[in-house]
């Protein structure tokens, strides 16, 4: 019982990291019809911002030892500023472009993000230890749960009420909304698309910084490509949530968390090295069940 | 047959022979130079076949499919188990079935069956997954690449997992590829002008229109799905001849990365454009590469730092794809040079309407 309670916990606490950054990956889907491939680079370097560049393997935390009502901040900017140097370059070009060249061109975005991080901090994982304190665990009974997975189920529901506000209760939001809804006819009633897509890719990248914090400061490593496996994860999240639902996002990030710690924990012992191959049947599963996903959004609907 | 008919044989698979004769000489000429420079061709000829490959579905059906390197990694490791020394076998991969283990085959069965085990694999996913379109059917090749992946890089009794199979007979050299690419480039052309192809790129233009049409759009697909997928195995079975070393990472996404963009960046929608687009991107990282290593200006060796032969390559393709987003072909094959120029403009007229 307490084994089950203890992977429940660990379930929605890998499901809120997954929530968020299908968030991510979902707000710019809704609007651009936009896979971004780039937000797993996104996180890496809200990761990478911490540090001091070079190539030791130890590193040498910078911005990462500031307060964190400075570090925070800080770091969404850089990686805000990223996004949206990227829309501006890449993306902006490209608004009538087809879906496939536009996920190629966010591939090729992500590609030069990683050998950036490459050329400046190499290639070797490196160690960093962040908010060290925050792996203590708290006792509920004889359940055992460190405060960081406490702090991440909880600024996950934070940022997701504060998203949820922001697209409901303010002018802003209810563009947003509207863009997503259909775009063309939101431009025809007023809405300004480059500015909600540049809305849109700025909250896109909060949301990534939330993610390489909270994922950092639990691993504690920091590689090149770390961003990658949460990206995938949130991709497919969002798609089997149902694309272009942000409901749906973090309905499908919390159900692959929860496959992926359900598999890790009850497969049996020679089976467990496939735990993805297992996931991603799973996955595949889903869409032949409900191939519009478990939410459906009008938007998506084809009408003859 | 009156002249005729052979003219209008010769116009129907006009671009087909261009690309064959351009593919052809780029070898034959290359085969003039340096042994870096065959090195170079093979591999470019083996990403030639995989690019067609994965074009003669992507470009005919319009699903965009993540999957197909999956399929280069069972060919590859299929063929691999069959022309890899069996004393090796017997020690290392103790989980293959007997007539592998203890046998050894030539090089062609094996890329026979390297391409039949892809092919098969593509049946039986296949079938499952060829009603999802659009991005559902993205994200299951996806989903697909990913478990051949895991299953790959962890089946350690079978394929030798992280310490990769070793000794695979390094027998493809330029114009062994240049043989299957040949063969690859008629398979992908004779299928996009049959019937399926035109039942299939009608229900990429039209999916409702088409199946109203009565084209049975998931039996076209699939038929597409299963033969590019045994194109794309065999590319893989030459690759692992190629390489001598086999390792499940080198299929995974940078592979389906570069490939990709070969053919967005050459078009989505046309043999010429897959053909085209190996072609710009093998250059485009053959120059950064030699800036890379540096050049003598002087008495210093100028060079770009590390990691710069990426990143240009990511620039480039970024470049190429706001300036022509369907891609440097625009999503057409080689013009018929012989129509009068009277009829060339209305009929360009036509399309660009």
Request: glycine content about 10%; aromatic content about 10%.
């Amino acid at each position: 019982m307490i084994g089950l309670l203890q992977n429940l916990v660990d379930a929605a606490s890998l499901g809120s990291l997954y929530a968020l950054a299908a968030l991510g990956v979902g707000l710019l889907f809704g609007i651009l019809r936009l896979v971004n491939f780039a937000h797993g680079d996104f996180i890496s370097i809200g990761a990478y911002a911490l540090i001091v560049p070079s190539f030791e393997v130890t590193a040498q935390l910078f911005i990462g030892t500031w307060n964190w009502t400075l570090m925070i901040p800080t770091v969404t900017l850089i990686v805000v500023i990223v996004a949206l140097i990227s829309d501006a370059l890449v993306f902006r070009p490209l608004r009538r472009a087809s879906a496939p060249t536009l996920m190629i061109a966010s591939f090729a975005v992500s590609y030069v993000i990683q050998n950036g991080i490459l050329m400046i901090y190499g290639a070797r994982p490196k160690a960093a230890n962040l908010w060290a304190g925050l792996d203590t665990p708290i006792m509920f009974g004889e359940l055992r749960v460190p405060l960081l997975q406490i702090i991440t189920i909880v600024a996950t529901l934070v940022l997701m009420g504060a998203l949820t506000l922001f697209l409901k209760r303010t002018s802003y939001g209810v563009m947003m909304r509207a863009a997503a809804e259909d775009f063309r006819m939101a431009q025809y009633l007023g809405v300004r698309g480059d500015f909600v897509i540049g809305l849109a890719f700025a909250i896109s990248g909060m949301l990534a910084t939330a993610v390489s914090l909270l994922y950092l400061s639990q691993t504690g490593t920091l590689s090149p490509t770390m961003g990658v496996p949460l990206a995938l994860f949130a991709f497919v999240a969002t798609v089997i949530g149902g694309m272009g639902s942000l409901v749906g996002a973090v309905v499908g990030g919390f159900l692959v968390g929860f496959v992926v710690i359900m598999l890790q924990a009850y497969l049996p012992e020679e089976l467990r090295a496939f735990r993805d191959a297992f996931a991603f049947t799973f996955v595949i599963l889903i869409l032949l069940i409900r191939p519009a996903g478990i939410i459906r959004t009008r938007a998506l609907v084809e009408r003859v | 047959m009156p002249p005729k008919a052979h003219a209008s044989l010769v116009r129907r698979y006009w671009p087909l022979l261009v690309l064959c004769i351009v593919i052809t000489a780029i070898v034959a000429i290359a085969s003039l130079g340096s042994e870096e420079m065959q090195v170079t061709i093979t591999e470019m000829l083996i990403r030639l076949i995989v690019v067609v490959g994965i074009y003669m579905f992507i470009g005919n059906s319009g699903i965009l499919s993540f999957g197909h390197v999956g399929f280069m990694c069972i060919g590859a490791y299929a063929a691999a188990w069959a022309t890899v020394d069996p004393t090796w076998k017997q020690m290392m991969l103790t989980g293959l079935p007997d007539f592998l283990q203890l046998n050894q085959y030539g090089f062609l069965p094996a890329v026979a069956g390297g391409g039949a085990l892809a092919g098969l694999v593509a049946l039986v996913l296949g079938a499952a997954i060829m009603r999802l379109s659009g991005i559902a059917g993205s994200i299951a090749t996806f989903a697909f690449l990913a478990i051949v992946n895991s299953v790959y890089s962890n089946w350690e009794s079978v394929t030798a997992g992280t310490s990769s199979i070793i000794g695979v007979p390094t027998v493809v050299g330029p114009f062994v590829a240049l043989a299957f690419a040949l063969g690859a480039l008629v398979v992908a052309f004779v299928f996009q002008v049959s019937r399926f192809g035109l039942m299939l790129r009608a229900s990429r233009d039209d999916e409702v229109a088409a199946k109203s049409s009565a084209v049975g759009v998931v039996k076209v697909r699939l038929i597409a799905f299963v033969v590019s997928a045994m194109i794309v195995g065999v590319a893989g079975a030459l690759y692992g001849h190629f390489l001598g070393i086999l390792t499940a990472d080198t299929f995974y996404l940078s592979l389906t990365f570069v490939t990709l963009a070969m053919l967005v960046v050459g078009g989505v929608g046309s043999l010429t454009g897959a053909v085209t687009g190996v072609v710009v991107v093998t250059l485009v990282v053959e120059v950064l590469r030699h800036l890379e290593a540096g050049f003598p200006v002087g008495a210093t060796n100028v060079h770009l730092p590390q990691g710069s032969q990426e990143i240009g390559l990511g620039i480039v393709m970024a470049l190429i794809m706001v300036f022509r987003p369907s891609g440097l072909t625009r999503g057409r094959e080689v013009p018929w040079p012989f129509t009068p120029a009277a009829q060339r403009r209305k009929m360009q007229a036509a399309q660009a309407g």
